[in-house]
């Protein structure tokens, strides 16, 4: 019976950790765009030669 004293506080510590979690998830915006970030895994391209591509295709359109 006497672990309950030691469960119960633990317990709500454990609540409070996943509560600050939570809210500094929510704070850093890591909920606002949960599509993108699972496609970007299927496209093959290198972020940083896609980004250079963009530039060199901006530069032929003017």
Not at 10 to 32: C, E, I, K, P, T
Not at 44 to 49: E, Q, S, V
């Amino acid at each position: 019976m006497s672990i309950i004293y030691l469960l119960i506080p633990l317990s709500l510590l454990l609540l409070g950790f996943a509560l600050w979690a939570f809210f500094w998830a929510v704070r850093n915006d890591q909920f606002d765009d949960l599509d993108s970030p699972a496609l970007d895994v299927l496209d093959d391209d290198d972020p940083a030669a896609r980004t250079a591509s963009r530039s060199a295709d901006d530069g032929r359109e003017r």
